[in-house]
């Protein structure tokens, strides 16, 4: 069984009658970068891209009579159609969920006078991967052991590195996924405070860099592809050059002056 989640990831009551059955969904789709040059066999492999998923739902809905049989149907249009896109989880695996659109047409099955069925065909869109309804924030704030049937019993989150909020200048980020955090299409926030002039946030582990060199300090807030300090883009005073998270431990390094620094993002999995 599924649930749809809205763009802000909380769950949209279904109409009366809805009775959702299945959701199938694909593995992810490949795109492979080949070329072919004129006098050489076969083609050079230049590797491959992620693209989509396919993801099926299927529902049953219950009417009155045949009236109410045609006006559960259109509710049920509108409702697949409320949002330009969703988040859709499986009921038994509830903490994790896909980000789809529904593009193509629905089409109804009459199967008697009480009963409809329907089969929704959507996509993944922006990445295809599972992400986690939680955050890291929230882990670090709540603890694992607070509230486990939220965090999930799966998700590979550690007993030791559930810490994402630091007032040292070395420590270790643990993402729990089995992707990289980029954050160009994911979520990734990072915000230090008590900055003052330059600022270094290094990722041992992935190579990567962050560097700013601003004329005043205060709060530091590189949220996706946004830098700000105290509000204020500051995008000019960096190296423009972002943070990954590899799968796993991540050992950071911060050089110059803050008072404590957070890493906050979503689990990823393929």
Known sequence: MFK???????????????????????????ERHVESIDGMPGEINYGSSYTSRD??????????????????????????DSYDYFYVIETNKPTRALKIVIDENIQDKRINTYYGEITINAKTIDNPFWVSLYTTKELNDTGYSALVEKYGLVDSIHDTYQQYKFSERNFTIWNAGNVTVEPETMYLKITATGTIGALDIRNKTTGDTFKVK????????????????????????TNKRYINLASGKNEFEVIGQFTDITIDFRFYYK
């Open 214 to 237: 601003a004329a005043f300090g205060g709060t530091l807030v590189i949220d996706g592809m946004n830098t700000q300090l105290n509000g204020v883009n500051v995008l000019r005073d």
């Open 55 to 80: 993801v099926e739902l299927t529902m049953w809905f219950k009417a009155k009579d045949t009236i109410d049989y045609r006006l559960l149907r259109d509710e049920l249009y509108a409702y697949f």
């Open 4 to 30: 749809l989640l809205n763009p802000n990831m909380q769950e949209i009551k279904s109409p009366d009658g809805f009775i959702p059955l299945d959701i199938f969904v694909s593995s992810i789709g490949k």
